[in-house]
């Protein structure tokens, strides 16, 4: 679960740091885990998919340095 929690952490700073998107990391019992809020009426299907698919990247990013 640590590293899980860890690879959440990597991924948002990634994602925040690229200006991909604005993610917040939530902390529950559970787990760490990444949210958002969508508050502009005008977001699209494509802008939720492009979050979405800036966060499998970073995740294969950081999946890949810890490989390395």
Do not use: E, S, W
Not at 39 to 62: E, G, Y
């Amino acid at each position: 679960a640590a590293d899980l929690d860890a690879l959440q952490a990597r991924v948002r700073d990634h994602v925040v740091q690229a200006g991909h998107a604005y993610l917040v990391k939530t902390r529950l019992p559970a787990g760490v885990f990444l949210r958002t809020t969508i508050i502009n009426p005008l977001t699209t299907d494509a802008d939720l998919d492009a979050v979405l698919d800036a966060v499998r990247a970073a995740a294969q990013q950081a999946q890949q340095a810890q490989q390395a």
